[in-house]
């Protein structure tokens, strides 16, 4: 059964939430806590794997509760919910939570946000991943990426197109603009699937004081792994992403879905930067790589570790499903080509096109899957995209 906290320093309000979740007393344990003081308290004598505060509370609001809970029990679930509309108030907020929903939240909502989250913890193996994946709150960015950004915001006339492009360039600055832009604080209906629309909703002012304020980008953590490159892994992600995209169009697809087929492909080793900078120490050898090496110590796939994290993160279940199964897309279930396959075949693409002794990658192709789909004979013209996409880009 699972073990939901709410948190609010408010009794009628505690009242309420008791009433609305009354129908999932037979799959939750729920308990309630007047204020962080006392949510602490509660989690000392027996752990939560979900936590739900409010932001706005006397003493220790939800942002600094959440902060210990992230640091005490990383494994735990971190939902606030809050009707502050400050940048810095919201920053604070999606630090230290997983999911921000925004107030008044509708009961169903709420419902439907914790529902998910415990159903993701299928993802993972054990609870030393989920406490893993728990401690994170930003990812590595490319020093030269953040310092590019850094410049455009700096600069009176640059255009918005160009933060667009520098954020869709680094898989770690797109997945917290896309969190933050799916955050309840938008109060969009439909998830952002698109870094250039992520962009638009937060808006310019907005990520130019996170970013100069160092709050949304960044880690504290370096990265531990000898072999390692943070830069080859940001021109791998945005090339699978390029890829993706360009064979989702040559394939007939719709433009929302190449654009979602970007994304995922953008985003589909950001389980590897979570192996980086929260996973102990290794060595790779020169028969293994740092991120096989690390599958074995932990007993877990990036692609699963990646997939659980933007789960919580409030990304669709179609990214999150492209992402865990981008290595074996034929269990994913697709019938035909979905954002799955086009992610596998897109990182089959880059991997194929970079010489072996510079390829730390997974090539294996899910044969199956591609003979199923009758999608093997496709494969000559998917790498004529490539030259394609290099006269596009020249004459950009």
């Known amino acids: 059964m699972n073990r939901i906290l709410f948190v609010d320093d408010e009794a009628r309000i505690l009242d309420g939430i008791r009433r609305s979740m009354y129908c999932m007393r037979e799959e ?14 509660a989690l000392s004598e027996e752990p939560a794997d979900v936590v739900v505060s409010d932001m706005r509370m006397p003493g220790m609001d939800g942002a600094q509760l959440l902060s210990q809970v992230m640091r005490l029990y990383p494994g735990a ?25 925004s107030k008044p939240c509708d009961a169903l909502e709420l419902k439907a946000a914790i529902t998910r989250t415990t159903d993701l913890r299928s993802i993972l ?20 990426t953040y310092q590019a950004l850094l410049a455009a915001l700096r600069d009176p006339a640059a255009r918005l197109e160009t933060i667009i492009d520098i954020i869709e360039g680094d898989a770690a600055m797109a997945s917290k603009v896309v969190k933050l832009a799916n955050s309840g604080f938008f109060g969009i209906r439909n ?22 304020g160092q709050h949304l980008f960044g880690t504290d953590r370096p990265v531990a792994f000898p072999g390692f490159a943070l830069d080859r892994l940001s021109r791998h992600s945005f090339e699978v992403a390029a890829w993706a995209r360009a064979v989702a169009l040559h394939e007939g697809f719709s433009s929302a879905l190449a654009d979602a ?19 102990p120490p290794t060595r790779a050898s020169e028969h293994t790589t740092w991120v096989s090496q690390t599958r074995e110590q932990l007993k877990a796939h990036h692609a699963e570790v990646g997939g659980y994290l933007l789960g919580l993160w409030g990304f669709t279940d179609a990214i999150v499903e492209a992402i865990v ?10 019938t035909r080509l979905g954002l799955s396959g ?27 899957y591609l003979l199923t ?24």
């Open 28 to 41: 939750w344990h729920m308990r309630f806590a007047n204020g962080g003081p006392a949510a602490l308290q």
């Open 77 to 101: 679930v971190r939902i606030i919910l809050s009707g502050q509309a400050e940048h810095e108030s919201i920053v604070r907020a999606t630090r230290a939570a997983h999911r921000y929903l």
């Open 325 to 334: 199964y981008h290595h074996t897309p034929s269990r994913a279930g697709e």
């Open 125 to 144: 193996s054990d609870d030393r991943l989920a406490a893993i994946v728990g401690s994170v709150e930003a990812l590595p960015s490319p020093p030269k």
């Open 261 to 279: 087929a970007f994304l995922a492909g953008l985003l589909h080793d950001v389980g590897q930067l979570v192996f980086a900078t929260r996973s």
């Open 191 to 212: 998830p952002v699937q698109t870094i250039a629309r992520a962009v638009g909703l937060v808006g310019f002012d907005a990520i130019s004081t996170l970013v100069l």
């Open 342 to 368: 086009l992610v596998h075949i897109a990182d089959l693409l880059d991997h194929a096109s970079q010489p072996a002794e510079e390829d730390t990658g997974e090539r294996s192709a899910d044969v199956g």
């Open 373 to 396: 789909l009758g999608l093997t004979e496709h494969w000559a013209d998917w790498q004529g995209l490539r030259s394609a996409r290099r006269e596009d880009e020249a004459a950009a």
